[in-house]
């Protein structure tokens, strides 16, 4: 026998049919603010599986967003190496990785060459740097960027931690170090080949005195055998002014293994 649906059963149907027709249209109600964040996750999730990833290298992990994001919502559960220099929040980090016997984190900040450096730890912690932050841009984010405190750090090399690892040959590497990415990078040029996909912050607006200018960073990164791969939907917080942008890359040799890329 049929029953006919009551009042108050009506909006619990209509919920499951809409859930139906989204799930067979693969389509997704979400926030503009969270767009970018879906993105990526499903293309990280994606790129992750085809590339073989093997190890993530997180480089600027603050209070570790984005070791939350790679296991929970892109699902990683290999290994990966969290970097991360204002001692609090490293030791908060280690604490963490305890439960995670796949998750290591070192008090340290990557560079060019191993060495101590003054580093700026921000009123908003996310914008610590090892350069000198500046207003001279744009002072929109000057509540954020005041430096609190500045502590000498311990500054390691991307190629010294990755001789440890030489059984890692499908590397992810993530760069959020405010306004340092390049000499992270010329850290590495024995870890690159290994390196197969990558991910940096480009800033279109300067907040830090020094920093590239990011058609001379995505430059770089392209010289260094990259090429773009996703630019994720930004969050529009400061619209209509662009302030940063996250970049994907993958390695060119590895698009042509792929068979995306012809071979030169």
């Excluded at 000499?183 to 991910?199: H, I, K, Y």
Aim: glycine share 4%.
């Amino acid at each position: 026998m049929t029953t006919t649906p009551t009042p108050d059963d009506r909006p619990s149907l209509w919920r499951r049919a809409l859930r139906r027709l989204r799930r067979s249209l693969d389509y997704r109600c979400l926030h503009w603010h969270r767009l970018g964040e879906h993105q990526q996750a499903d293309y990280l999730r994606r790129l992750f599986e085809l590339l073989q990833v093997d190890l993530v290298i997180d480089v600027g992990a603050n209070r570790g967003q984005y070791a939350d994001f790679i296991r929970r919502r892109v699902g990683y559960r290999g290994a990966m190496i969290s970097f991360e220099p204002i001692p609090a929040l490293a030791r908060e980090l280690a604490r963490r990785a305890e439960s995670d016997p796949h998750w290591t984190v070192h008090a340290t900040a990557l560079g060019a060459r191993a060495e101590t450096r003054p580093f700026n730890i921000a009123q908003s912690s996310p914008m610590s740097s090892l350069l000198t932050p500046s207003t001279q841009a744009t002072s929109r984010l000057a509540d954020f960027n005041t430096v609190q405190q500045t502590l000498d750090v311990r500054v390691e090399t991307l190629d010294a931690v990755l001789a440890a690892a030489p059984h890692c040959r499908n590397i992810y590497l993530k760069l959020d170090v405010q306004g340092y990415e390049r000499e992270v990078l010329n850290g590495a040029p024995a870890s690159l080949p290994r390196v197969a996909a990558m991910q940096a912050e480009l800033s279109v607006v300067p907040l830090y005195e020094g920093q590239p200018h990011y058609l001379d960073l995505l430059g770089h990164i392209e010289s260094l055998g990259y090429l773009p791969s996703l630019i994720p939907a930004h969050n529009p917080e400061h619209f209509p002014l662009l302030i940063d942008f996250d970049c994907h890359f993958v390695r060119r040799e590895r698009l042509a293994e792929l068979g995306g890329l012809n071979r030169a």
